[in-house]
């Protein structure tokens, strides 16, 4: 029995619905939203994934202002730039676009960012909150995970579930995100041993390596939900996810495609951060999740 397909682009639009609502009800209050992003050098898929969020944020009616600097631009420069939006009433999200030129010191960048604009969920503080359970910004990725498998009714309580990669921004805020949610978590990276088998006990299999078809169907559990979060390109210029999408769609219970399946609610949920910003900063949240 083929997979049932997790279409991200659906789930990415019923959270822009609720994203549009949230918006109105700040406009009741002459309040919109702002986001600032800050971009470094000329990195082309960078160039490509800002200027989704800025269609995003335009698309919804979210302000979103580019903040461009030279590839040689001094760390003084860049984090004066941040204390500004920091420091600017008008800015509740503040993103710096990942990665940066190796010069600058990325985690004291991220540092630097005020953690009630922190819509990335990478400042430690935020870290933090999340591992203690407690309200702050979790990374978009990992929250669209999430809303992924709450969209697709995927009962994550008591299953065993099984991240492949530990990275601060996907990784291990996914793997916490799952253990919240009450699901036996396995944490697999570059020193696990066997790894292949770990993942073929999942009932829930994350990938978010970066290998491209890494995850074949001996790897999967027969009727497990597959999350592919890699986005691979390939010599002939196509764009791949980590797992071999056509055989697995003959093992899993659903899985997602690539492009179209984890990326577009990435997107999605930054909007929704940066609403949630707004919304604390101006004290008009519910206290419910982003």
Known sequence: MAARLIDGKAAAEAVKVEVRSRLARLAEHDLVPGLAIVLVGEHPPSEIYVRKKLEACRKVGLRATLHRFP???SQP??????????????????????????????????????????????????????????????????????????????DVRGKNAVVLGRSAIVGRPTSWLLLRAHATVTTCHRHTDDTREHAA?????VSAVGKPHLVTADWVKPGAVVIDVGINRLHDGRVVGDCDFAALSERASMITPVPGGVGPMTVAMLLANCVLAAERAHRLHDGGAA
Not at 201 to 205: F, G, M, V
Request: charged share 20%; proline share 9%; net charge negative.
């Open 77 to 154: 420069t860049l984090h004066g730039k941040i204390a500004m939006l920091n420091a600017d009433p008008a800015v509740h999200g503040v993103l710096v676009q990942l990665p940066l030129p190796p010069h600058l010191d990325t985690k004291a960048t991220i540092d630097r960012v005020d953690p009630e604009k922190d819509v990335d969920g990478l400042h430690p503080l935020n870290i933090g909150r999340l591992q203690t359970g407690r309200p702050g910004f979790i990374p978009c990725t990992a929250l669209g995970i999430m809303r992924l498998l709450q969209h697709y009714g995927v």
């Open 71 to 73: 590839a040689d631009v």
């Open 201 to 205: 006990r999942a009932d829930i299999l």
